[in-house]
Every structure is written in structure tokens, then in C-alpha cells.
């Protein structure tokens, strides 16, 4: 085996860019959490590995999470390992490397600049055959590993419960475990690094014992120490320091909080009611000048009256660790030192200064636990005072439910494999992504057709109490546009500032033009389903300004009176719309389907699923449409305005992406955009075809009598599929006429019927058959092909089980 080699050349690189590994034998998660937590706030490890966990795999693992890292684990009783990783690492669980017969845990980890296998490991006390079957194991596992990434570092790390005399001081005695491990190093080139004592005896008697392990490929690039135990664990913490880093963590960005409850209101009211808005932001007929002037004089008054300060955005305030969980940490890292020294030195002193360790671990974990009762009690009370089913008790729940941790943005990978990890270089990744989904290639194509509409629209105008009302209705936690114009100095100075805006939304419809400050909009990407490093399982959320978003509600008002009242929009749409809801069309739905099952016929539905349905809205189809629904002119012109030459940024941490212009899409946090889709899509819904918003089904069904034959049924199969084939083709030619792509792979069908034998005859769609499940995905609701919701009323009662999490986090 290798020996460890220029550590003075090591020693001279280590503070440049320092990757903090931990590994500590926890012995039970559980009853040292507080001190798990405590250490991934004071010491901030990118990655702490626990052995010796000791507790079965919760079905909500949010109570053990912690805010800034995320938790990989294999929970296993009387053993089990996991670890802790912040949210700036980029790691990728190997799981088909692990098996349910052991405590071992694989990641790879990519720094950006090299990557680095991790193995974790706890070995239990086991027969000698279990020692060779694991280190066997291990062996295999890990050429496989390395065949898959030869130029990856390979570290194996944890608790082996092993012996060595050429590893162990002061132990003497080389045991079978011991002997497998060595050998285990020995076939993939590893190195020992750990070499003193890491358990730390209970008994005076008894010898202290090098059991927690950390073996590499490259120890030229680790640096050893060992350190107290976290907790009342008998086993130390070893840290690893190593040089293969991610790159530095950019500067914080920085954002500006308004004080509000400290503002003065009535002088900025007086502010704004006194100021000459005609002769200083309406000295043009230019409506994007006019919105910028208005801009500036807001922001002027806003620091005039509301105390502000710039703070840093990634401040991640921890309320429980106060000033005595520091002092009772520091209490035992001292004590321990001391001990450690006199037990090196053989000091008849030891034994005492053992016991005021033990002393200073139990008084640790008492003030940890203490702190952290105080604060879950505060939750409590602050629960409690909430209205129960308000928005702010919700949101608190919320938090408290997921222990306070927000979803980790790690590094991003890129379509050429490098990694994205500073916050910039992640918004540009983002921005790039989210602008190539908003663009279409009509490569000269005509839009459709449309004939228009009988009943006309009334031309549009804007009246100063329609404003005033809209304004006094904000929702103060809506959060500001690009502009930094914020709602609640909206709503609060309503009456002072709705004649301006009024005069400057005349402005703007009578023109025909949207001010361009309004057409640039703030994304912020939210996470789906799959990886988090993958920027595709993310989905852009629009923030645009709320003077534009007045504009719009006063418009969207006038313009939902019109279509509702002259019955424009299709019955068949559910979405969007007063005084309809998805229970409403679930009871359509289940109350069709059930009644071809009460008179012994079937029906058989096919889900349809868009393509970025609201992003690739193409804006020449959806304008050649206006018309048909009788909007006048002006107005028409102003939405063609209103969705031409947008821009999008995407921002991230305090810092923002490039400006990327788009040319498709109703963006999601418009006012507008959801009675645009509703038009976009409207001639979508023919008989037969039922929809909510995006989400479109198609369906067919027949009735039989309890005593059809065989051929009579499936007659009646067939001519039900030949029509909903029919059907199907109808909106594959919408699509094609609209620019419209579904995602043929992940449509679903589903035949509702009570009867034996079943349908074979599969549906077609673009060509492509359209299998045939056992239940139907139906508006967050599973159905089954009987319509019995028992899989759908299980699914809902586990995650109400969990809910019921947030009680026993704030009782007292």
C-alpha cells in the first residue's frame, strides 16, 4: 500500500479551496439529531457521513432534514448509514451499487473540476463469513464503479469494527475483520489515512480503538484530524480535508427590504397627492416614458418614507441556535481536548477529566434539546393565533412541516456536462433553457381561419374607480416586478395614485402600446419531479410588474363579461372560468362514465397531454382568433402588443440572467394569460372532448343490455374506438393547424367497464397506440377502471397521516 506523501506541498494548497468531509458513528440519529444539526450549522461540512444510525426509514424524513442540505440515506435498525449534503455539491446516488444486505451507501460527487466516489460503510459486529461476503461485495461494487468512471477518485469510508496492528494504535491484535479490509485495500489501491483512535472507551479499563476508517485512492489530497463526538456517541468525528474542490462561492447577492410597519404613510400619500404627475410623466404621448416617469416617482417616495436596507441573499437565519447552544459546544470541544491530552500522556488526571466530559456532552445535548423545544413552542403559539385555514397558517404549517428546509438548488448540469454552480451561471443555464421553450418556427406558415362572431365587444374604457377598486384589492404578498413597485404601497396610497394610472392605461390602450418595461418579466424556476441538478425538471413562474397586472385585471374583467355573457367560450371547458372547478367537471366526468356502467355499456377515455402548453402559444394563431370572438380593434391591437418582443430574466440568489427575448407563450403569473389560453384553445373542445385549462380528454362510451351477446359487444367496442379514433384525428389536425404538439408517449387510456373480458381494441393517436391502464389520472385524482376510489382515498389518507406531523412538532 501506498504511504502518505508530500504533506508539506498538501499543507501549502490546502487553505485554497477546502472540501470538508465528515464521518462520525452517530450510535442512533434520533437521540443525537440536535447535535447533528448544531454541527452542520457551526461547522458547515459539504458532506457529513453517519454510520450506526439505528432507526427504520420514517415515511416522511422531513423532521431529520436540515435547511442548506439535502439527505441521502439507507435507514436500517441496529445499523444503517447516510449522509448530509450541501446544497452547492453536485452528487448522484448510486443506488444500483448498494444492496439491502448491507449498511452501505454510494455517491459520486461532482466537483466541477475532478469527481469522487464515495463508499460509506458500517460494519456490525458479524461472523467472519459476512465480513468476507461484504468486503467481497465492496470489491466488486467498486471496479464496477470505476469502470463506469475510470478517472474518478475512489474514497470508502465508515465505521468497520475492525482491527489492524499496522493501521490501529494502540491496539495490537489483527483480527479476520481486519485482515479482509487490508485486503480490501489492497485490491483497489487504497490508503489508510486514519491513524488514531476514534472510539472513545466508556469503561477507564478499557483501550481505546481505531474502528472509523477512510480509505482513498489519492491521499496526497486528504488531511486527517479526528475531533470530539457529536453527541453522546462513543465514537469521535473525523474530518477530511481535501483540496478537490468546487469552485469558491461567489459573493453573496444582495437584495433591498422595505420596513414597512416602520413607513410613513401619510406623508407619502400627502407625497404623491401633491406631486405634478401631468407636467413631469405626461410631457409624452410615448407610453413607456410616461410608466418610467411614474416608476421613478414611486421609488421616490418609497425612500423618502419606508426605511430600507440592502441584506445579503443567502443569509440563512437558524432562530434556535442561540448564544447558549455556542457556549455549551465550545464547553465540550475544550473538554474533550483535555482529555484526549492527558489520556495521550497517560496523566493520572484522566479519569476526572473523562468525567467532566461526560458531564459536558450531557449538559451540551440538554441545552441543544432546550433550545429547540423553546423554538417549536414559539411555532406553536404563533400557529395557534392564526386563523386555521388562513393563508398564513398554511404557509407556516408548511414550513414547520418540512423543518424549514426550502428545495436545494444544487449545481446544474449543462448539455455538454460541465456544471453550473454559481448563481449566475445557473440563471443563464435556466434563462437559456426557458427562452428555447418559447420559441416556434412557423417557417411562413398561415395561422387558421376563424369566422367571426356575431355579438361585438363594446370598445374598452378604462374608468378611474375601476382602478381605484382593483388597487385597494392587491394582495400585499404578491411579490414585486422588475420595476420594484410593490403592492402594498399600491393599495395603501389607492386613492393618490389611481388617477395617474388611469390617465397613463388610457394612454396605453388609446396608442395601442404596452410600455416595454412591462414586457420584461422575472422568472423564477421551480422545481418537478426527477433530479434537481437537471434544469429540465424545473418550470418557469413569471413575476411581472403589478402596474402592468392592474392594467390587465381591468381589461381581463371587461373581457370575461363579453365572453361569459354571450357564451363564447366552450361549455366543455372547465378552467379558468367563475363558478366552475375541478370537482365540477370530476363529477361530469365520473357521472358519464358510471352511467355507461349502470346500463351495461362501457366508455373509454384518452388523456391528452401538451407539449409546454402554455409557453408555445403561438401568438399569430391567437391574434387571427381575436376577431372571431367579437374583440374590438383597439383591443386587439393592444394584446398583439401586449405578447410581442417579451423578455424574460431569470433570477436567482440577488443575481440575474441576461435579458432573452421570446416569441411564443402566455407566460405563467399573467393576468391575461389565462383567458388567452382559454381562446387559444377553445375550438379544441368539440363534442366528445372536455377539458380543464391544458389538460384535455377525449372520450367515448355505448350502452348495452344485461344480455348482449358477445358479438354484439364487441361490435359495440369497435364502432366506440372507430369514433374516438375519429375524434382523436380531429385534434391531431388542431394541432397541426396550431402549432401544437402533444406528447403522444405520455397519453393515457383508460376503459371504464364492469365486465370480464376487456377491450383489446387500443385507440390511435398520431399514429402511435395508445395503451390501455388499469386506472386514469384525472386531475390530481386517480381513477380506477371500475371507478372505485379506494387507491385514490389510500394515497390521500398517507399524506394526511403526515400532515398530522405538524401537530406533534408544535405541541408542547
Keep these: 500500500m501506498r504511504t502518505h506523501k508530500n504533506k508539506r506541498r498538501y499543507t501549502q494548497r490546502l487553505h485554497v479551496l477546502p472540501l470538508k468531509v465528515h464521518l462520525s458513528n452517530i450510535r442512533g440519529l434520533h437521540s443525537n439529531l440536535e447535535s447533528v444539526h448544531h454541527h452542520l450549522e457551526t461547522e458547515k461540512p459539504q458532506l457529513l457521513f453517519l454510520t450506526e444510525t439505528q432507526i427504520r426509514c420514517p415515511a416522511d424524513t422531513a423532521y431529520l432534514s436540515y435547511p442548506g442540505y439535502s439527505l441521502e440515506h439507507r435507514f436500517i435498525p441496529r445499523a444503517g448509514v447516510c449522509v448530509y449534503v450541501r446544497d452547492d455539491i453536485c452528487i448522484k446516488r448510486l443506488k444500483h451499487l448498494e444492496t439491502s444486505s448491507y449498511s452501505i451507501l454510494w455517491v459520486l460527487v461532482d466537483t466541477g473540476q475532478e469527481k469522487i466516489l464515495y463508499a460509506c460503510v458500517y460494519r456490525s459486529h458479524s461472523g467472519d463469513v459476512e465480513t468476507t461476503q461484504l468486503c467481497d461485495h465492496l470489491t466488486l ?83 486527517i484530524t479526528v475531533s470530539a463526538p457529536l453527541g453522546t456517541s462513543d465514537h469521535c468525528l473525523v ?50 416614458s410616461c410608466a418610467e416617469a411614474i416608476t421613478a416617482v414611486i421609488h421616490q417616495g418609497m425612500e423618502y418614507f419606508i426605511p430600507y436596507s440592502d441584506v445579503a441573499t443567502n443569509g440563512k437565519a437558524r432562530p434556535w441556535f442561540d448564544a447558549d447552544c455556542y457556549r455549551a459546544e465550545a464547553e465540550k470541544r475544550t473538554a474533550y481536548t483535555a482529555w484526549a491530552e492527558a489520556r495521550a500522556h497517560k496523566s493520572p488526571n484522566s479519569r476526572n477529566l473523562k468525567k467532566a466530559f461526560n458531564q459536558a456532552t450531557k449538559s451540551c445535548k440538554r441545552t441543544l434539546r432546550r433550545a429547540k423545544f423553546n423554538h417549536i413552542s414559539h411555532i406553536g403559539a404563533k400557529l395557534a393565533s392564526y386563523p386555521s385555514g388562513s393563508k398564513a397558517f398554511w404557509s407556516l404549517a408548511k414550513a414547520a412541516e418540512s423543518n424549514f428546509c426550502r428545495p436545494s438548488l444544487p449545481p446544474l448540469l449543462r448539455a455538454d456536462g460541465s456544471l453550473a454552480h454559481s448563481a449566475k451561471e445557473k440563471a443563464d443555464l435556466f434563462a437559456s433553457l426557458f427562452t428555447e421553450n418559447s420559441r416556434l418556427d412557423a417557417a411562413g406558415k398561415a395561422p387558421p381561419i376563424s369566422t367571426r362572431a356575431d355579438c361585438i365587444m363594446a370598445e374598452v374604457r378604462i374608468r378611474q374607480n375601476e382602478i381605484l377598486k382593483i388597487l385597494q384589492t392587491l394582495d400585499v404578498n404578491k411579490a414585486s416586478g422588475p420595476d420594484g413597485v410593490p403592492a402594498i404601497v399600491l393599495r395603501t396610497c389607492a386613492l393618490e395614485l389611481s388617477p395617474p394610472l388611469t390617465r397613463l392605461y388610457r394612454l396605453s390602450l388609446k ?26 425538471n424545473y418550470r418557469p413562474i413569471s413575476v411581472t410588474s403589478i402596474l402592468c397586472k392592474t392594467m390587465e385585471r381591468a381589461l381581463n374583467n371587461k373581457l370575461l363579461a363579453h365572453l361569459e355573457g354571450n357564451d363564447l367560450l ?151 374506438v372507430s369514433r374516438l379514433n375519429v375524434a382523436l384525428q380531429a385534434v391531431s389536425e388542431w394541432g397541426d393547424a396550431n402549432l401544437v404538439t402533444f406528447n403522444a408517449t405520455k397519453t393515457q387510456a383508460c376503459v371504464f367497464s364492469s365486465k370480464r373480458s376487456p377491450l383489446h381494441l387500443a385507440p390511435t393517436f398520431r399514429n402511435v397506440s395508445v395503451e390501455i391502464t388499469d386506472s386514469l389520472q384525472l386531475l390530481g385524482v386517480e381513477l380506477s377502471s371500475n371507478l372505485n376510489f379506494g387507491q385514490h382515498i389510500e394515497s390521500k389518507a398517507k399524506t394526511a397521516a403526515k400532515k398530522l406531523g405538524i401537530l406533534s412538532k408544535v405541541r408542547r
Design 570 to 720: 366552450s361549455d366543455r371547458q372547465y378552467g379558468f372560468r367563475q363558478n366552475r372547478s375541478t370537482g365540477d367537471l370530476l363529477v361530469y366526468a365520473t357521472h358519464i362514465w358510471s352511467e355507461a356502467i349502470d346500463k351495461h355499456g362501457e366508455a373509454l377515455a384518452v388523456s391528452l397531454d401538451i407539449s409546454k402548453a402554455f409557453d408555445r402559444v403561438w401568438h399569430a394563431s391567437l391574434i387571427s382568433k381575436l376577431p372571431s370572438y367579437g374583440i374590438p380593434p383597439g383591443l386587439c391591437a393592444w394584446i398583439s402588443d401586449f405578447l410581442n418582443e417579451r423578455s424574460i430574466r431569470v433570477v436567482l440568489d440577488g443575481y440575474s440572467s441576461d435579458q432573452k427575448a421570446i416569441d411564443a407563450g402566455v407566460p405563467q403569473g399573467l393576468v391575461l394569460s389565462a383567458t388567452l389560453f382559454l381562446l387559444h384553445i377553445n375550438d379544441l373542445l368539440v363534442p366528445g372532448t372536455f377539458g380543464y385549462a391544458d389538460d384535455s380528454t377525449v372520450t367515448d362510451r355505448y350502452f348495452s343490455s344485461a344480455r348482449a351477446s358477445k358479438d354484439v359487444i364487441q361490435s359495440c367496442r369497435e364502432e366506440m
Design 239 to 288: 474530518k477530511s480535508i481535501s483540496v478537490c474542490s468546487p469552485p469558491e462561492e461567489a459573493p453573496c447577492g444582495l437584495r433591498r427590504v422595505w420596513r414597512y410597519k416602520a413607513a410613513d404613510w401619510d406623508e407619502m400619500r400627502h407625497f404623491f397627492s401633491s406631486y405634478p404627475w401631468r407636467e413631469v410623466c405626461f410631457s409624452s404621448d410615448d407610453p413607456s
Design 141 to 223: 461494487t467498486a471496479d464496477e464503479a470505476r469502470e463506469r468512471y475510470p478517472s474518478a477518485q475512489l474514497v470508502i469510508l465508515g465505521d468497520f469494527n475492525a482491527h489492524h496492528q499496522e493501521w490501529l494504535y494502540p491496539y495490537q491484535v489483527t483480527d479476520h475483520a481486519r485482515r479482509e479490509v487490508r485486503k480490501l485495500a489492497l485490491t483497489l489501491d487504497l490508503t489508510q489515512l486514519v491513524n488514531c483512535a476514534t472510539r472513545v472507551p466508556d469503561v477507564d479499563s478499557h483501550t481505546a480503538n481505531c474502528l472509523d476508517l477512510f480509505l482513498t485512492t489519492d491521499p496526497d489530497s486528504h488531511s
Design 511 to 536: 396608442t395601442g402600446k404596452v410600455p416595454k418595461s412591462w414586457k420584461l418579466a422575472n422568472v423564477q424556476p421551480v422545481p418537478k419531479k426527477g433530479s434537481r441538478a437537471d434544469p429540465v
